[in-house]
């Protein structure tokens, strides 16, 4: 258990429908990840927040989805008018310092996951 | 454009020492991180590079050389419980590009 959490861990919709989830980091972390990774790929970078500012998106990110952080602490990332083609494993991760345990501040803590599935 | 590149797969026999590749071409490098995913789990963090030269926790090792814009990830006394996907990931300023993973297989 790396500290971050993430809600619910397995979701299952049907094209078309609207999903959010939920992310909660380590409390002391300010940096904020959100990621998708398909099989047998490396975690794919969505955004990226530090504290309650969204300071970086990708272009592969839609207008289907938005991602919030609304007092620097827990995360949302919904998908709209979801598609078959976003089911995928999102994931979250805080950045950070964990005095005495952390080697560096690259050092990412990876949420256990949200397995989508769209129908 | 961001790229980074790994060896899909490696086997070895317990015991063993393993040597894992990434070279990589991103538009920054503020330094170069490996994780370990287990079938089903999260990435977790092992090792991290941001200058030349090797770093060494336990078992795992990480070298770094940013002319040659590459580096490794080494694993001594395999065990099975290696058996898992490696990801190297560079922070190139603005967020974390990773590489496509290298499948691990240890066997008895």
């Known amino acids: 258990d790396t500290g971050v959490s993430q809600d619910p861990r397995h979701k299952i919709t049907k094209r078309g429908q609207n999903v959010t989830f939920r992310c909660d980091p380590i409390s002391e972390h300010n940096r904020l990840y959100w990621y998708r990774q398909t099989l047998g790929q490396g975690p794919e970078f969505l955004t990226y927040f530090q504290n309650e500012a969204q300071l970086e998106k990708s272009r592969l990110l839609s207008d289907r989805f938005s991602a919030e952080r609304p007092k620097g602490s827990f995360s949302t990332l919904e998908i709209q008018r979801t598609e078959q083609g976003d089911s995928a494993m999102y994931l979250c991760?805080?950045?950070?310092?964990?005095?005495?345990?952390?080697?560096?501040?690259?050092?990412?803590?990876f949420g256990p996951g949200t397995r989508l599935t769209v129908l | 454009g961001q790229s980074l590149e790994q060896p899909s797969e490696v086997t070895a026999v317990e015991g063993a020492i393993v040597q894992i590749n990434c070279t990589y071409q991103?538009?920054?490098?503020?330094?170069l991180s490996w994780y370990q995913q287990h079938d089903g789990g999260a990435p977790t963090f092992l090792s991290y590079?941001?200058?030349?030269g090797l770093e060494e926790t336990g078992r795992f090792s990480s070298f770094l050389s940013r002319s040659d814009s590459y580096g490794y990830l080494l694993l001594q006394e395999l065990q099975m419980k290696d058996s898992a996907s490696y990801f190297c990931?560079?922070?190139?300023?603005?967020?974390?590009?990773f590489g496509p993973g290298t499948r691990l297989s240890v066997l008895p």
């Open positions: 990931a560079v922070n190139n300023g603005q967020n974390f590009v």
């Open positions: 991103t538009s920054g490098f503020y330094g």
């Open positions: 991760a805080s950045r950070g310092l964990i005095p005495g345990l952390t080697a560096s501040t690259d050092t990412q803590y």
């Open positions: 590079n941001g200058l030349d």
